[in-house]
């Protein structure tokens, strides 16, 4: 089963990706920053992850005790069918789950510096810091998106909390509480085990 942290910024990433592609189908009701090329760039990145989320979900199907049988209709294939292409088959990388390892070095530093850089509108410098995968499922004109609406929606940025760090199931986590004039937010910054950023996204304290 693909871990737990993977389909947690696989569900970040589509998200972000699909509330600006119907943002901008609305029209003329779109949010500010939104514009018509960063949903192309959005959809075409929805493309790009589409059968890791599909492998995800079966493989979630599968642990809540749905048979390969009733897969396959969902699917409209064969039951071997269905078992052939998934089984086995994880879209995420196996990580160690080890509650007592310790945090990547340095980890708290560098996500405030992505912080900064979103805030400060460095934004093409952020995204050249994301590990190839990441620059792939999330191109620029979305972060450039993201960046727009969070001003849209929460003011201007007034100040940062105390940074948080955790380790789970091989990833270290830094989430940085966020104050702008109208909500307060949560950085949350994701490193693996070699250091590469495969997660960051801000995000409504009350959001898990």
Known sequence: MSSEVEREVMAQTLTAN????ASVLR????EQGDTAMAAVAATRSLALIVEDTLHAVVQQARAD??????????????RQAAFKRFEGTSAAEELFDDPDAPALEG??????????DFLQRRLARLHE???DGMRERIPLELVESHRARMESRYGAFLEIG?????VR???TFVDVPVAFERGDLRARAAFNVDGEVVGFRLQN????
């Open 27 to 30: 029209g003329p009701d779109r």
């Open 129 to 131: 810091q994301f590990g």
């Open 107 to 116: 980890a708290q530093k560098r996500a405030l510096a992505l912080l900064d």
């Open 65 to 78: 005790g749905h048979t390969w049988a009733e897969i396959g209709r969902v699917l409209r294939v064969t």
């Open 18 to 21: 699909v509330e600006l592609v």
């Open 205 to 208: 304290l009350m959001a898990d």
């Open 169 to 171: 199931l091989g990833h």
């Open 162 to 166: 105390t940074p948080a760090v955790r």
